[in-house]
């Protein structure tokens, strides 16, 4: 598969010169990739001008609290708002849920600005692929083209944590289509083939929610449930003893506001807001945005009336 290569010119810095690639030799002795391209290509262009390495402005140590599970209803997706960097609030507001088409969205996690350009990269391949193909990549496929994609830049500053959360199939048939199709009982076949008992192919099909989790390391993982950063442990503590596939809609929000709540009540690096989404057959759905500090008085209240009810009884 080739992907789209910016032309030389048009880049500024490269890794090489922000020293994140060593300009001669790897760790293990093997030459990189940069030094190369430097014997076989003009010196002049300026991502192979010769520099000494330049270390980071600041170290990009950042934090967050994202969620995604599986349920009955679909993929429930929640994440704070807040983008920190070291001990500063860069952004109180951001978004961490980032919607990739029009039945998949993606929690992010990571430097906010990597994470940004592959959503939009990986946004534009599968619109690619649907005006190609006529149909819509799988989330599993969506995760290893991310996967292969990012595997150039490891080793490299390069943060993209995603959780790909997805619903599969439930395209509408095309009446102009004169395909015979039929699905075989044993395996998860489409077998498709002319009318005319022409030529016939064999489609592997999937439908329904999907969740796989996408690392710029190389990790890619399938899974019922997520959670991913600094946050994560908190979060965890709620999700694995609340969720389960028989959820209402409403519990499984519920839910995950309460597991934002707890791990932003803890984790300095996470906080302000919550935004949760919901992906279902018919697409993706967001809920209002919601203050975390209306949580807490929930909790309180919550607090107060168990307290009442202690009393009471004794």
């Known amino acids: 598969m080739n992907f789209y290569v910016p032309v030389a010119e048009y880049l500024d810095e490269s890794p090489i010169q922000f020293g994140q690639l060593s300009p001669s030799h790897s760790a293990n002795g093997i030459p990189s990739p940069g030094s190369l391209l430097e014997s076989t290509l003009p010196s002049h ?16 140590s950042h934090g967050t609290t994202t969620l995604a599970f599986v349920f009955q209803g679909g993929v429930l997706a929640a994440a704070d708002t807040r983008s920190s960097c070291a001990g500063l609030v860069a952004c109180p507001a951001s978004q961490k849920i980032l919607p990739i088409h029009s039945h998949m969205v993606g929690t992010t996690s990571g430097t906010s600005a990597d994470c940004a350009l592959w959503k939009r990269i990986l946004a534009r391949e599968l619109r690619l692929y649907q005006l190609r193909h006529g149909r819509r990549l799988s989330t599993r496929g969506a995760a290893k083209l991310l996967s292969h994609m990012l595997h150039p830049f490891k080793g490299t500053e390069l943060c993209v944590a995603a959780t790909l959360c997805g619903w599969d199939g439930g395209e509408l048939h095309d009446p102009a289509d004169d395909r015979e199709t039929r699905r075989s009982p044993e395996t998860d076949l489409e077998i498709t083939g002319d009318a005319s008992g022409g030529k016939v192919s064999v489609l592997r099909s999937s439908s329904g929610p999907s969740l796989v989790y996408v690392c710029s390391d190389g990790t890619r993982l399938n899974g019922k449930l997520f959670s991913v950063g600094s946050g994560s442990p908190y979060a965890y503590s709620i999700v694995d003893q609340g969720v389960h596939w028989g959820l209402t809609v409403e519990e499984a929000t519920a839910i995950a506001r309460e597991a934002v709540y707890r791990a932003t009540h803890r984790d300095a690096y996470s906080g302000n807001c919550v935004d949760v989404y919901h992906v279902t057959s018919k697409g993706w759905t967001r809920r209002k945005r919601e203050d975390l500090k209306e949580e807490y008085y929930r909790e309180k209240a919550k607090q107060s009336h168990e307290g009442e009810t202690r009393r009471d009884s004794a």
């Open 45 to 60: 262009l300026p991502l192979l001008a010769s520099s000494q390495p330049v270390p980071l402005p600041f170290p990009m």
